[in-house]
């Protein structure tokens, strides 16, 4: 089972270039999520989605994008890169229906580097 | 909103010994889930434990157990007899249990972690 995949792994990127992570996942599960974390520091939710073509706002969403056009896909968009988005970036998983939960599924994370 | 808090920046232990990691949270919901999570240096978040609200009883999984305080909000894990390979980064996490009101979603709430280290 693959689980949830994350591309890239590492990425050095430039002051204004813009990037997307790719996050796949092959459990059928719904809900879909992207944090970011910093340094010594927990992990703070950027994105959400409950379902192909509903996304919403986490906590940390500025200089951020995502689509959800699928139930297995759903990429991170960055515009216009800035140091401020130095982080590890992990895309998780995990499928609900009604109020039980089945656990959440993280990918592996990619390091972002802006300079 | 509910937050975690992880006080203990860095703990250490001997191997074979047991170790306590400490975490409080605040929330204003009854029913709820508590995870630990285990970051080794892979950066892998890996499940370690996870107690629901509703339930009296502590969780166990070998040698991971919680001490679960519902009035105190506190969620400690206990390791007994660490292991080298206990050695990592430990985070806390909070899920709300319901989609109350599409405010969760069933996000993670994630305290700031405490590393621990394992002496041989």
């Known amino acids: 089972n693959a689980g949830v995949t994350q591309t890239p792994k590492f990425r050095i990127l430039k002051i204004g270039q813009s990037m997307t992570l790719q996050c796949t996942q092959d459990?059928?599960?719904?809900?879909m999520y992207w944090y970011r974390q910093d340094p010594g520091m927990g992990l703070k939710l950027i994105y959400y989605?409950?379902?192909?073509?509903?996304?919403d706002k986490g906590e940390v969403p500025n200089g951020y994008n995502v689509s959800r056009s699928t139930t297995e896909d759903f990429p991170l968009r960055l515009e216009l890169a800035a140091p401020s988005q130095t982080s590890v970036y992990f895309c998780?998983?995990?499928?609900?229906?009604?109020?039980?939960?089945?656990?959440?599924?993280f990918g592996s994370g990619t390091r972002l580097t802006v300079v | 909103a509910q937050t975690v808090t992880q006080s203990q920046p860095e703990m250490s232990v001997q191997e074979a010994e047991t170790v306590t990691l400490s975490c409080t949270y605040d929330t204003s919901e009854s029913d709820y889930y508590l995870f630990w999570y285990k970051q080794p240096p892979s950066r892998q978040m890996i499940l370690v434990i996870r107690q629901e609200a509703y339930k009296q009883q502590n969780a166990t999984e070998n040698r991971f157990s919680v001490n679960f305080q519902k009035a105190a909000k506190s969620f400690s894990l206990k390791i007994s007899d660490s292991q080298l390979g206990d050695a990592a980064m430990y985070f806390c996490?909070?899920?709300?249990?319901?989609?109350?009101?599409?405010?969760?979603?069933?996000?993670?709430?994630f305290g700031q972690g405490t590393i621990l280290t394992v002496h041989p």
């Open positions: 996490a909070y899920r709300s249990y319901a989609n109350a009101g599409g405010t969760s979603y069933g996000k993670l709430t």
């Open positions: 998780a998983s995990s499928y609900q229906t009604g109020v039980a939960n089945y656990g959440y599924t």
């Open positions: 989605s409950v379902g192909a073509g509903i996304t």
């Open positions: 459990m059928n599960h719904n809900y």
